[in-house]
Each structure stands twice: as structure tokens, then as C-alpha cells.
């Protein structure tokens, strides 16, 4: 992956792109180095390794009613591929029809490229094996804190090295390295006929940013563990507590809303709520590329636009969308540098880093002055609707009487509105947790229908 | 006897285009085997997709992508190593090999047995005239700009309108150690449509309906299939206008016929996979031979129907597809097999080892999985509910393995009230306990349908098309998780 050479394909796909009739073109290379690893027990369950590039282009061809675009993407870098794949490209965009909002930024590009240490170039001597033992490391951890952890999904590690390139016709190119390391233990456990699984995991940049192993494997051991014996609750109204592996989605459900293509298109109940309250004014949210070390962290956006802090909510106002330069052009407002690239999409926006900022108290006073609630600690299914911000989903937790925690509750349902329920946001824990590009501290709901029995 | 074009078709393309011929197959197969393993096998992928995006009275975006690779997969007891790579040339597929033999500690003086194969299979349940990637680009356009104009006509409240056609174009080689070679031409098209419709003091909803399936895209041109799915958007959107917030408790449900057949996909299918058998993950494992679901329940997997989105040729392994009994009449009877947890269990592959591409490893997966119709009337089983709900589609779903809790999230339903159809409902989630709740069928209607065409199944970050079918049921006394008393 030496610099010279991304360069030099990003640079011919853009001048291939412009000879065939592009008026203007930007292309993005992604290379990157991978290997995975599962151990389950003593054994090792797989590796694999991987290398991949891939090269995407688009193309605008601007006439009197505005551009015609197209995007595409190839593995086949060879100078002949990416040549057809530039020419297609613009036949592509000639198909389609004239865009007025269609084009690359018209603010200024990123004039500089910060460091924001999204890789430690000593990890790539890291070997294989020793991630491994790590895997093993918290397999054992996990699988030995306590009897009734007899099995296991296993423990895996994930490590990637990337490389991002990115032109465009406008002049700009930049190119940045970043890299991402993961452990994640997964235990299951038994006790009479019911099985349990849980699992806990970290993520950062750098190996020396994560967990020990056995911390890894002890923390799952422990939230494996709560969940045996789980019973189900009568149907009721009730608090809910998310705790920071469960509160990020409300973000996410969040961001989908201010995402500046669901506002443009009227799918989001936030479109046009700009400076008014929507959520409990303990509530802030802030988006940062720029975040040393994050996960979510680029020196420059997707389009070469300079990534910036963007305060989302603010006290419960809502205080900016997430946009690009199109999603921006269509509501008359300036980019935010969230261009999201992949190098197989044209442009598009989404959070960089994003978090709700802590409050004061812990999770333990949190639950400590619920009478009778909810701590969901597990959601599944995808019952949000970003139009209306209805809200549903399957949960898992703990039930909280008297202000303690009585037990493991399964198989229930939680529902609300989105809207509603950050309004009714009554408590905000200091432990936030940064483990992905989306973090958020523990998070009180006043109340929220629960289906059960 | 040439029955499958395709998968020849395959292996010329490979041997072509990158010189992957018996030979280069064979030394590389041997390189991977220079260490003791089980099995080796090698996994060709070529595939181009495009797709075309129509919103805001333009199609304002085309895409078209090309990805290629080759994997090398080796195993040794339980383990596998696995190597892949974007660059397909004989040199790399040898280091790739290097790669994957590495989870084996013993060296080895066996060769594999020499692959020969014309790549023919038994049956071509996809034969297409036109690789869907290769229609003209302005076919698709007008089609896009069709619908758009037809659904905006069909109410003046539908305020917008998005719709987008996917194609895709599968070639696919296969060479295993034991000396097999399969490959698969595999099309693949998908035509969506959205619509947001405003109603009263602003409210919007979103109706969707999608289709698709393995087959010619000239099928969606035919003006009656296009409609009847731009109808079927519209109507959800016009109806969710009116629909008021579900009620939260335990009720009985009756579901409608086909998609919402994704009921078994998540609280049976996933729990009889092979793997989380295997590693005794599963709510359902060690329970062969036992009752799972109330007498008349009968659930298959079936990769063979001809022209479904879930169906193959051949699996990713390179094992012919096949129909599984997974529940018969109330028993549960068999798994869902790849090779390696085949083996592992002493079981029979049966064609359900898939991948997303050369870049995941293969792991047992559903095809298409329904529930065969019974013997009752749908509009007397709607008649039998005192009180309950009426769900007719869906939106997505979820399961905890080894809990056996199932989620999915209903995107049309309906109050039954005395036996009688009553308001649409919204927000509405069944949850439920894959191993108890097809013990709550009480009645099957007659009526099995399949889905449209639009089953995407993700497991273990690996996203594979697949099918889901269900005649109407009754289930007995489920969690609805709603907003109201």
C-alpha cells in the first residue's frame, strides 16, 4: 500500500472519468489488511486473513438543468479495469437524469491534515498468535469465573489496517491511515433447563487502548450470569433505564433523524424543527470528527471537506442536522463535513463520533432512586420508525423494585415515541462508555409501556 | 448431457478470464494441503451489481459495481483458516493457501485428488435470457419513472416518491481437495418502492413493498406486476394514516399468509442451524424427536423452487440444494447443514453452507423456509379470535439464539374484535420463545403463500438473500409490545 501508488489509481480513474466527458469527478481507494480469529474452549474455531482494495468513482456531468451522476465501484485495479470502469462510469451518469443540487462541495476543501492518531504504526508487528493468546486469555477468563459457564460462542479478535485515498477533479487529494482492533467474548451459560448468552467486547484504534482480555471475559462472565433464571413481567407502565451498552441506539435512532437526507425527504419527524426543543434540556449531543483516537474520527470528511465538532442538541434544542454537501444544497444550508464514503456509494451523511454528554449522577444512584422500573441491558429487533419516531422493541434486563435491583426479566417488549421519550429523559448517568463511534451514558426514560405476561 | 448452462458457463468464465484451468486448481489445492488438513476447497467469486435510484420525480443516481476475489478455506477437526484475496492469479491463490494452512501444525505429504468437472449441476432453477446487469440502463430508467408517475396518480396524498431497481450477476467456482468442482451463474433482481403519504394536520407514513427474485428483469417490466406492487405501497401508506397505537399484552394473533412466515425464519430456523447445534448453543439443541409445535405444523427449508431469491443450484460448498424437513407434524426432525458441522455431527451436508461472498467463510443457512398449508378457511380462522390482532406483514425481525427470544416488528396490522376485522393498528412487536411458540398454533389456514421476494437474512455480520412462506395461523396467547392500555 505504498502512498505513491493510491494516488497514481485515484488520479487515473479521475483523469479517465474527465477525457470520457466528466465535468467533474471524485474517486475514492480503500485498501486494507484484515485478519480475524474465534477460539472456543482450548481450540481455535477459525482464522482468517484478507487483503482488499477497492476503487470507487463518480462521475457528474453538468448541463443546463443541473449534473447527471453515477458511482461505481471495482476490486479489479488493473489499469485496463479501472479504465472501463472511469469510461462506464459516465456512461452511467449520462443515463440518468439532470440534478440541479447535484455536484462536489462548494465550500472550501480541508486545507490541512491532522494527525488524529488513528493508528499506531507499532501494532502492525503485532503477530497474529498473540492476539490469539488473547482470545484464549479471555476465553479462560469468561469460562472460568463460574460453573455454570460450561459453553461458549468463543472469543474472537479482529484486527484491520486501512488505507483511505481520496481526489477529486476539484483539485484536492488526501490520504489518511487508520486501523481498528477488537476482542470480544461471548460465554453462555446454564442453569436447570434455561440457557443464556451475553457478551461484552472492546474496540479502539490503538491495542494498548484495549481492555485486558480478562477483563473482557470477566465482564461478559458477568452479564451472562445475571440473566440466568430471567422471568417474565406483567404488562405495565413503568421507568426504563438503558444502560451505555443499550443507550447508544437511542442515539442511533436519533441520528437517523437528524441525518440530512431523511430531513430533505420529510422522512424524519425532526425535518423543520430546527432551534426548537425536542428533547429534555439535561440533554446534549455533540458529533466530533476530530476526536483523537475515535473510532469515528477522519482528518477529512468523504467529499475533502474539513471533519469539524457539530453540537447536535443543545440543552434540548435541536441545533444542527448532519449533512453533506448535497443533503445541505437541498436545504439551503451550509456542509457540516459529514460526508460518509464508502468506496462502493456516492457521498452521503452520517455521525462521525457522537455522544451524549454525562451528567452527574452514577448508575447505581440512577437505579437507586427508581421506585419500580426497568434496566434494559439487551434490545433486539428494529421496531423504530424514523417518520413518526414510534418506537418498539424486544428487551431483556433487570427489574428494579424499591430502588434495587430484584432479578432478571426476559422476553418483554418496551414501546414509546421517540419524541415523547426524550422529553421524558429524567436522568443521565457519568458513565459513558466509548466502545464505537456512537457513545452514551446511562439514560432514565420516566415512562415507557412494557408488554409482558 | 448439458442440463445446467450456467454453471458450465462458469468454468469456462474462470478459466478464461483468469487462467484458472483443472491444473492451476489442482496445484493450488495441493499447496493448501501441504499441512495435514481434512478438507481444502476454493471459492471463486465475480459479481456485478448495479442499481438505479428514482426519488423526487428523477432517477438522480445510478451505481454499478464489480467485485471479484478468490478464497481458500482449509479445515482440521474443528477448525478452519481461511485466506482471501481481490487479486485472482495463480501466484496469490498459492500464498492465500500459505495462509490457511496455517491452523495446522502438521506437515503433510498428501495431494489433493486432481479436480475435474465440467461444473454442469442436476437442475437450473434460474435460467435467464439477459443477465439482469446487462439491460440497457434506460430500460430501468423508464420503468423508475413509470412507477413514479402512476403512484403519484393514485392519490393526492402520496407526497413522494422513491423507488429503485437492483440487479445483480453471480458467476461462482468451486474446486474442493476431494477432487469437485461446482459453479453457479446466479441472477438475481429487486425492484422497491416507497412512498410517503401526508394525511391530516401533516401526519406522514411510509408504505413499502418490494419484489424479486431469481429471474429475467423483464418480468418487472410487465405493467400489471409493477402496479400491483405500487398499489401495495400506496395502500400501506393510506392506511397507516388512519391506524391508531396497538395495544400491549398478551393476545391471541392471527398471521396472515407469506412474509410474515419470517415467524419461523427467526424462532425456528436460526435455532436448527447446524453450528449452534453443534457447539450446543441453541434453544433448540438435543431436542430431535420431540414436540416443538402443535399436531399439523409441518416446516421446510427448500432451496430447489425454481426462481425464488433464496434458492441455489449448488450452496457455497458446492453441494446441491435440497428440501429439509425441519418440523414434521409437530416433531422437530432435522438441521441445517454445512459441510463442516455436517461432518462434525456425523450428519449429511443438505446445500445449506452459505457465504455473502468470497470474502466470508461459509456457515449453515436457510433457503427458503415456509410452513405447508393446512386444512382450515383463513376467513374462519379470523372468525374464531374474540379479541386479539390481525398482523398481515412485516417489517424486520431478530432472535437470541440461545435464549430462543424472537422479536419482529409488524408493519400492517389490525384489531380483531368478535371475529370481525377492525382498525389498522401501528407500532405493534410480537416477541415470543422460538421453542414455545409454534406450540401455540391452534389453526392453518389452507392458503400458503410465499413472499414477494425480499428476504435478507444477516447473521454473524454476513448478509445472504433467502425466502419465507406461511399459510394464515392462529397462535394462541402471544406478547404484543405496543404504546397503549
Known sequence: M???????????????????????????????????????????????????????????????????????????????????????????????????????????????????????PADRDVDVEMRIQDARAAEAAARGADPRIDNSEGSQIGSSFSHVAYGNSAGFFGEYGTAAHSLLSEPVAK???????????????????????????????????????????ATCEAPVIFDPVTAPSLLGHLISCVNGYSVYRQTSYLAGKIGESIAASS?????????????????????????????????????????????????????TGNATRGAGSPPSAGSTNLWLEPGRQSLDEIIASTQRGLLVTELIGMGFNPVTGDYSRGAAGLWIEGGEVVGPVEELTIAGNLAEMLMEIDAIGSDILWRGSIASPSVRISKMMIAGE | MASNEGGEVAVSFFRDRFGMDDRSLTRALDAALEREVDYADLYFEYTVQDSVALEEGIVKSGSRHLEQGVGVRTQVAERQGYAHSDEVTVENLELAAATARAISESPSQAN????????????????????????????????????????????????????????????????????????????????????????????????????????????????????????????????????????????????????????????????????????????????????????GVTVVDDGTLAERRGSLNVDDEGTPTQRTVLIEDGILCGYLQDRLNARLMGMKPTGNGRRESYAHIPMPRMTNTFMLAGNDDPAEILRSVQSGIYAVSFGGGQVDITSGKFVFSVSEAYEIENGKIGAPLKGATLIGNGPDVLTRVSRIGADLELDWGVGTCGKEGQSVPVGVGLPTIRLDGITVGGTAR
Not at chain 1, 443464556?196 to 461478559?220: C, F
Not at chain 2, 396472515?256 to 450446543?280: S, T, V
Open chain 2, 112 to 295: 489433493a485428488v486432481a479436480v475435474r468437472g465440467t461444473g454442469a449441476n442436476a437442475k437450473n432453477l434460474y435460467p435467464v435470457q439477459t443477465a439482469p446487469t446487462e439491460v440497457p440502463v434506460s430500460e430501468k430508467v423508464e420503468l423508475l419513472e413509470a412507477i413514479e408517475v402512476y403512484a403519484r396518480g393514485r392519490d393526492s396524498r402520496v407526497k413522494q416518491v422513491m423507488a429503485s431497481v437492483v440487479t445483480q450477476h453471480q458467476n461462482i467456482l468451486i474446486a474442493g481437495s476431494d477432487g469437485s468442482l461446482s459453479a453457479d451463474v446466479r441472477p438475481l433482481v429487486r425492484l422497491n418502492v416507497q412512498v410517503v403519504a401526508e394525511g391530516a394536520e401533516g401526519r406522514r407514513e411510509i408504505g413499502y413493498q418490494g419484489m424479486g427474485g431469481r429471474y429475467d428483469f423483464s418480468r418487472l417490466l410487465e405493467t400489471a406486476t409493477w402496479r400491483e406492487l405500487v398499489d401495495e405501497s400506496v395502500r400501506v401508506a393510506l392506511l397507516s394514516l388512519d391506524a391508531k397505537a396497538c395495544p400491549a399484552g398478551t393476545m391471541d394473533v392471527v398471521l396472515g399468509p407469506g412474509w410474515p412466515g419470517i415467524l419461523l425464519h427467526e424462532a425456528i430456523g436460526h435455532g436448527l442451524e447446524g453450528d449452534f447445534n453443534r457447539k450446543k448453543t441453541s434453544a433448540f439443541t438435543d431436542r430431535i424427536g420431540e414436540r416443538v409445535a402443535s399436531e
Open chain 1, 191 to 233: 442453569s436447570g433447563a434455561g440457557l443464556q448468552r451475553d457478551y461484552w467486547y472492546t474496540v479502539a484504534r490503538r491495542l494498548s487502548d484495549l481492555e485486558s482480555p480478562e477483563s473482557v471475559g470477566r465482564q461478559a462472565a458477568e452479564r451472562v450470569l445475571r440473566r440466568l433464571g430471567a422471568k417474565r413481567i
Open chain 1, 283 to 335: 440533554m446534549t449531543v455533540i458529533d466530533d470528527g476530530t476526536r483523537p483516537g475515535g473510532l469515528g474520527s477522519k482528518p477529512f470528511d468523504g467529499e475533502g471537506l474539513q471533519t469539524r465538532r457539530t453540537v447536535v442538541v443543545d440543552r434540548g434544542r435541536l441545533s444542527s442536522y448532519l449533512l453533506d454537501s448535497y443533503s445541505a444544497r437541498k436545504l439551503g444550508m451550509q456542509s
Open chain 1, 2 to 120: 505504498s502512498v505513491g501508488t493510491s494516488s497514481a489509481t485515484v488520479e487515473r480513474a479521475i483523469e479517465r472519468a474527465r477525457r470520457a466527458g466528466a465535468t467533474a469527478v471524485d474517486a475514492v481507494l480503500i485498501e486494507s489488511d484484515s485478519v480475524e480469529a474465534r477460539v472456543r474452549a482450548a481450540e481455535i474455531d477459525f482464522v482468517t486473513q484478507a487483503r482488499e482494495r477497492v476503487l470507487g468513482i463518480r462521475a457528474l456531468v453538468a448541463g443546463e438543468h443541473g449534473a447527471r451522476s453515477a458511482s461505481t465501484s471495482t476490486s479489479d485495479l488493473s489499469p485496463e479495469a479501472v479504465d472501463k470502469m472511469a469510461e462506464e462510469t459516465v456512461a452511467l451518469a449520462r443515463a440518468t437524469a439532470a440534478d440541479p443540487s447535484a455536484g462536489l462541495p462548494d465550500e472550501a476543501f480541508a486545507s490541512e491534515i491532522p494527525d488524529l492518531a488513528l493508528f499506531d
